[in-house]
């Protein structure tokens, strides 16, 4: 399996959780220089990629929605010009309500986009105002009949929970709402409060309170439980979908495939050696206008780097880990290597080991950070 990640850094506002590669945009000429540059990344790897065939392209960011037709069309022909893409490739774009017009879905539907995953977070509008989005509840729910319209059918929306002074019951009301729709997958985060952003800011003022840990894991159970009862697969902690709607992309990461990765910011990972582009779009502008890749960082995986970073993505799978192929893999006996570990984890209910597989219980799974720091230990 061959990924392709191209980063968009832009955005019209940004949100207040949000410590990503990205900013607002400041002015059309910025988009255009930056579009520029990534054709001419694009250009840089032709000669190394020439005989591979990519099985996925993912769009993410940042807002890649907030591209204008004619932008999208340019970076897709690029990368068709460039690169060997599968006929049956998953291409997907992260969409962000408020961003999106029929033109532009039928630009996407054009390129060769069959997958999109669209930013709801919460169905409440004085929550997503809270949280800094730039959309209501009724604009997503436009764009989300539009691109039904158009003809996209493999479709994610993306939900948020333990927001500040969300409470229980809207959660499930956004929920409700979500499985409605009935989109092809759901993807379900307990938010995160990440340094340097607003929202750091905001609970450091005493501004909210976060949910306490055990209405966090109260919550997650309830949203496996109901997509369940809904007939959506829990394949990830926190990915949910319809039978064969698994988002290919990002299994690509959790089975430590390899991927190329595009764009500020961008990271990609390629016969064991793990790579990032430098984050500042000018210095990404500035090194590509020399024709040198944007690289800042390179990471050659020793074999227990690969070990311990298959064991946490795999992990992070329903499936887990798969024994003999793990071994076969990684050329080492899983079991001996961490049998005190698996024992012990075993005893505690939060993993299980069946038919040549080990993965997480219920219990295992809400706590799944701790758990998998015992296999770096």
């Not at 932008?71 to 010009?81: A, P, R």
């Not at 905001?202 to 909210?208: C, D, Q, V």
């Not at 209910?349 to 809400?366: A, P, S």
Request: glycine content about 4%; overall charge neutral; some cysteine.
């Amino acid at each position: 399996m061959l990924g392709l990640y191209i980063h968009i850094p832009f955005c019209v506002e940004k949100c207040f959780y949000c410590d990503f590669n990205s900013y607002k945009i400041q002015n059309k000429n910025e988009k255009k220089e930056y579009i520029k540059n990534l054709k001419k990344e694009i250009n840089l790897y032709k000669e190394e990629f020439k005989d591979k065939y990519f099985d996925t392209i993912f769009l993410g960011g940042g807002t890649p929605s907030i591209l204008e037709s004619e932008e999208l069309e340019g970076i897709f022909n690029e990368i068709y010009k460039n690169f060997s893409i599968l006929k049956d490739a998953e291409i997907t774009i992260e969409c962000n309500p408020g961003t999106l017009t029929k033109k532009k879905l039928q630009t996407m539907k054009k390129c060769g986009v069959n997958r999109l995953s669209i930013g709801l977070q919460t169905t409440q509008n004085k929550n997503l105002k809270y949280i800094g989005r730039i959309h209501t509840y009724e604009i997503f729910e436009k764009n989300y009949k539009e691109a039904l319209e158009v003809g996209f059918e493999n479709i994610n929306i993306d939900l948020m929970y333990s927001l500040p002074n969300q409470s229980f019951d809207e959660y499930k009301e956004s929920l409700d709402k979500v499985i409605k729709l009935s989109p092809t997958h759901i993807s379900s985060y307990s938010l995160i409060l990440e340094e340097n952003t607003k929202l750091h800011k905001m609970y450091e003022n005493k501004e909210f309170e976060l949910n306490s840990d055990e209405l966090d894991i109260k919550i997650y159970d309830y949203t496996i439980d109901k997509l369940k009862e809904n007939g959506y697969n829990h394949y990830e902690i926190s990915n949910y979908s319809k039978n064969n709607y698994e988002c290919k992309h990002n299994i690509i990461y959790w089975k430590c495939e390899n991927y190329l990765g595009l764009g500020a910011g961008a990271s990609g990972y390629i016969n064991n050696i793990r790579y990032k582009n430098v984050d500042s779009i000018n210095d990404y502008n500035s090194l590509l206008k020399n024709n040198q890749k944007p690289i800042e960082e390179i990471n050659k995986l020793t074999s227990k780097d690969k070990i311990e970073e298959a064991i946490i993505m795999n992990l992070r799978m329903t499936e887990g880990i798969d024994i003999l192929e793990f071994n076969k893999k990684y050329d080492i006996n899983f079991k001996e290597r961490y049998n005190t570990i698996l024992e012990k984890l075993k005893y505690e209910n939060l993993i299980i080991e069946k038919n040549n597989r080990v993965f997480f219980t219920r219990r295992g799974r809400q706590i799944s950070n701790t758990v998998l720091i015992e296999f770096l230990e």
